[in-house]
């Protein structure tokens, strides 16, 4: 499994063994930093002891990661333009992995030491589009080009449109709950049950929905946010050892056919449309008065040859290993760069809609051997996401549980916001979005508190929406200046 390390240098295995550990201890600190809103409700309202509520959810956010696929792994990849991706050997590849990763261990420890629910999917997409745009001033690239805006700005509507989705339907949910249930036992809160029943546990029924929904809010959290560290050992391994993971050896015939002949498409397709793009291609505009991108590597005009090249070498291939490592690593250049080509020709105004839906289908074609991960990788950030969740849980659960609202929570408030949690945040994964597990829940819970008139903490509250507003240019910041004296000082 770890045969790549043979024949590596000393300094080259070493930045390879620093990087995965950079990646764990993100993920590691993921697990205690989020996973705390997945068991916070269940904790408060007593329908599960602490020690055995961390333990199941560390096993069900381990599920989450092994079971949820690679789609958000690669949208959170995709964040950064494709010239970096594809000279991530590069020093200034090493550079934005480390740079990007420490930023965002960094900010996530100070959010949880002061017991602050910020979401760990914000600081990483901060801390990624602070090097982005680092490197475009770096290299004289247009700060436009420096980030795939486009996935930017889907990943910014998802992180913003998630939490009032779920401040919205938690509310209403347990407003459904009040007003035709309004004399149901899962309206009183854990002091109140037992002040009144003597009982120290939830209702069964209660207490059931409760557990699923809170093992149900691990799973999908493992899923999502396990996904990121995924694409960042990709990141790293395809960096440090290309000629090992540029392609995903374990392809089938049928993958490899399957891209070929998205090539050989994309060419028919250029070939049949030369008079409409020729002008395009030969000036660097896309038709509305924009440019362009000068510096970028995958030139447009060079598309044709690339196709060519890239048929030559796989013509034949009826499996990876046949060819040569370095040529590997070129396939796995050619491949991106057709892909960013092809997504480029899409934004052509005059381009039918027809054919745009087929180049996005071609695309996904393109990259289907390349965007993967080897089954130790999904394991290695599991684990590390697993046993990071049953630590240093107690900060955010108090928080959680008993300064959002002006009154501790009630059990119907605890079933709401999880429900809809995982509701949301298992959407999100469907559609290969990256959302903040802690901003669904904490604004879940602060829509129950408002629907059942109980108020908000104003100073908890607050903090909460300050860590959101300032995450973003807090570790676009750190790790835009990180990447900066990376380069500056190692590069």
Same mark, same amino acid.
């Given at each position: ?16 063994? =620093? ?14 930093? *989020? ?14 002891? !602490? ?26 990849? #995709? ?27 960094? &900010? ?30 770096? @290299?004289?690239?247009? =700060? ?14 998802? $992180?913003?449109?998630? !939490? ?9 949910? =347990? ?25 120290? #546990?939830?209702?069964?029924? /209660? ?13 999908? #959290?493992?899923?999502? *946010? ?5 694409? $960042? ?26 891209? %070929? *002949? ?35 590597? +995958? ?15 796989? /013509? ?8 040569? !490592? ?5 396939? %796995?250049?050619?491949?991106? +760069? ?10 052509? !105004? ?14 996904? *074609? =393109? ?8 089954? &130790? ?5 599991? $684990? ?63 829509? @129950?508190?408002?629907? /059942? ?14 860590? &959101?507003?300032? @995450? ?11 990447? &900066? ?7």
């Amino acid at each position: 499994m770890f045969d790549f390390f043979s024949g590596l240098d000393f300094w080259v295995a070493t930045s390879l063994v =620093l990087a995965f550990g950079f990646v764990l201890a993100f993920e590691f600190i993921n697990g205690f930093h *989020d996973t705390a809103n997945a068991v916070a409700t269940v904790i408060y309202t007593k329908a599960m002891p !602490p020690r055995q509520a961390v333990v199941l959810s560390g096993i069900f956010n381990f599920l989450g990661v092994l079971l949820g696929g690679v789609g958000v792994a690669y949208a959170i990849v #995709h964040l950064l333009p494709v010239d970096l991706l594809i000279n991530v050997n590069t020093g200034h590849g090493l550079a934005m992995v480390f740079s990007l990763l420490a930023a965002a261990i960094l &900010w996530n420890l100070g959010t949880w030491f002061f017991g602050i629910p910020a979401s760990s999917s914000h600081t990483l997409i901060g801390s990624i589009l602070g090097v982005g745009m680092a490197n475009a001033l770096i @290299t004289g690239i247009p =700060l436009s080009e420096g980030i795939n805006w486009k996935k930017a700005i889907e990943i910014g509507f998802s $992180l913003v449109l998630s !939490p009032l989705f779920g401040f919205l339907l938690a509310g209403l949910l =347990l407003y459904v709950f009040l007003r035709f249930l309004p004399l149901s036992k899962m309206h009183k809160t854990p002091e109140t049950r037992r002040a009144i029943d003597g009982k120290k #546990h939830p209702p069964f029924w /209660n207490r059931l929905t409760l557990v699923l929904s809170a093992m149900g809010m691990s799973f999908v #959290h493992g899923s999502n *946010d396990g996904q990121k560290g995924i694409g $960042l050992i990709m990141l790293v391994l395809i960096g440090i050892v290309p000629s090992q993971f540029a392609l995903d050896a374990g392809s089938t015939t049928y993958q490899i056919e399957r891209t %070929r *002949d998205a090539a050989i498409y994309l060419q028919h397709f250029y070939q049949a449309n030369e008079a409409k793009l020729a002008q395009q291609l030969r000036t660097g505009h896309n038709g509305n008065g924009s440019e362009m991108p000068a510096k970028f590597k +995958c030139e447009a005009t060079e598309t044709q040859k690339t196709i060519g090249d890239l048929l030559l070498v796989i /013509n034949n291939v009826r499996d990876y290993h046949d060819l040569k !490592p370095d040529t590997r690593a070129q396939v %796995r250049r050619s491949l991106l +760069c057709l892909d960013d080509t092809a997504k480029k020709i899409t934004k052509l !105004p005059d381009l039918s809609s027809r054919d745009k839906a087929d180049l996005e289908k071609l695309r996904k *074609d =393109l990259t289907a051997t390349t965007e993967y991960a080897p089954f &130790w990788v999904i394991v290695a950030v599991a $684990l590390a996401l697993g046993i990071g969740t049953m630590v240093g849980w107690k900060r955010v659960v108090e928080t959680v549980g008993e300064k959002i609202g002006r009154q501790g929570m009630t059990y119907a408030q605890g079933m709401s916001a999880q429900i809809i949690a995982v509701l949301a945040i298992g959407a999100a994964n469907v559609f290969s979005l990256p959302v903040s597990t802690t901003h669904v829940l904490s604004s879940g819970v602060a829509g @129950t508190m408002v629907a /059942n008139r109980s108020g908000l903490q104003g100073s908890t509250v607050r903090n909460i929406v300050i860590a &959101w507003v300032l @995450t973003l240019p807090a570790t676009i910041a750190l790790a835009a200046g990180l990447f &900066w004296l990376a380069t500056k000082f190692f590069v």
